[in-house]
Structures are given as C-alpha cells and as structure tokens.
C-alpha cells in the first residue's frame, strides 16, 4: 500500500509544535519536547513525524482488514471537524458525548441502539403517526432526537472497532481507558500534559489548536482511505483470480 508522505513544514504551519505551559507538563513527554518558549513547550515535530510513521500503517493496515476506525472527540470547538472527517471515510465516531460502556458495555448500548432504530423505522412507516395522537408523536421523535445525538455516530458500528483514534487524552480518558481494557490499539494526539504511556500509539502535537487537530485528523482520514483503497483493490484481484 502506498506511503503517506508527512509534511513537518506543514506540521509546522499548523502549529503542531505549541505545547502546553510549562508548569502544566508531564514529565513523560519529555523525550518528545524539543525545548521552551516563554512559559510554553515546544514540541519536537520530528518526533511528531516519526509516530505518524508509525501509526498510519497501522491504521491502513486495519482498514484494509475491514475492521472500522472508530474518530474520538467531544472537546467542543473541534469535534465538528473530527465528524466530518470520519463521515467523509464513512467510519463511526463519537463527538458528543462519551457513554460510559460504549465499548465494554456493547450488550447495553446494544438495546439502546436497535430501540432507536425501530423508533426510527416506526416513525418513518407511518405506524406511530397512526396509533398515537400530534402530541405523543412529538415525544416520540424528542426521544429518537435525543438517542440520535448521542449515538448517530455509531448506529451502525455492529461489532468493536478495530483501532480508536482520539484527539484529547484527556477530555476522552474514558474512551482510551475502555479501548485498553479491551486490548483496542488507540491513536491520540499526545500534547505536553499528558502520559503518553496511555495509549497504544501516542502521536505528539497541539491538541487545542484547530489547525493542529485539523491536520493530524486528516493524516488519520488519509490511512484509513488508502486501506479502503486497498482493500477494493484486493477484492478485485480475487475476483479475477489473480
């Protein structure tokens, strides 16, 4: 499968490199922090590049298994961003909020999940609409809003994904914390402040910046599209008995 090739002056543009201040670091960033500026870290891009070269074959390998990425981030002013990306790649995601169990709970979020599909099927069919008055149709569809916003984003992810990709490690700790329990590989943004210990594939950059976020996603989108890719590509072969 062809090579994403990384840009670091476009890593740099995006201001990949800004740290948190240095008071709030994590001692073991430290093999990732190139220096400091004023009361901030900076960090080193060229380790940036080098986990992105280490975790964007991973990711295309898996989506060319088949096996879905799953897009983490419920921090308000870059989760737009992140759900587009995994919408254009057609991969689940979880922008709004993290239900506890999402991944170690399935069975739960299971029922949850097949109660708001049948409301939908209901809802569309007419059949609600006949049985029940304006009023109680309104509720009807508040409720099948309110599931929406919480699991529009994985109403179709029918078994765990292969890998998880987060963009906070910190607002989305519970999302890395199931992932592990379950041997998930996890992808995250990796700022100053956090134990990159905690996930499978660390990848150190600004995790506030929408620039930053924005170009470290679509690296993550470009493997998973590539492994897509590939995974066609190989479907025909076989098909053709090469």
Not at 139 to 168: A, C, W
Not at 207 to 226: M, N, R
Request: hydrophobic residues 40%; charged residues 25%.
């Amino acid at each position: 499968m062809a090579k994403i090739d990384i840009d670091i002056k476009a890593l740099l543009e995006a201001g990949v490199h800004f740290g948190h201040t240095t008071s709030r670091w994590h001692p073991k960033m430290a093999p990732y922090i190139h220096s400091k500026r004023g009361k901030g870290h900076i960090i080193d891009l060229t380790a940036t590049v080098t986990a992105l070269e280490e975790a964007l074959p991973v990711i295309t390998r898996i989506a060319s298994e088949g096996k879905k990425v799953l897009f983490v981030c419920t921090k308000r002013q870059s989760k737009d961003m992140v759900r587009k990306a995994a919408e254009s790649v057609d991969m689940p995601y979880v922008v709004e909020r993290w239900m506890g169990g999402m991944l170690t709970n399935q069975k739960t979020i299971g029922v949850q999940i097949k109660k708001l599909k049948d409301l939908e099927a209901k809802m569309a069919s007419g059949e609600l609409a006949n049985k029940y008055n304006k009023l109680e149709v309104q509720r009807f569809q508040e409720q099948i809003d309110s599931m929406n916003h919480v699991y529009i984003g994985i109403k179709d992810m029918d078994k765990l994904p292969g890998l998880v990709f987060v963009t906070d490690m910190i607002t989305d700790a519970i999302a890395i914390a199931e992932a592990n329990k379950l041997g998930i590989p996890v992808v995250a943004i990796a700022d100053t402040n956090v134990d990159p210990r905690n996930v499978t594939y660390p990848v150190p950059g600004n995790d506030d910046a929408l620039k930053s976020v924005q170009i470290l996603t679509d690296y993550v989108s470009k493997a998973v599209a590539a492994g897509k890719a590939g995974a066609k590509t190989n479907e025909k072969s076989t098909e053709k008995g090469e």
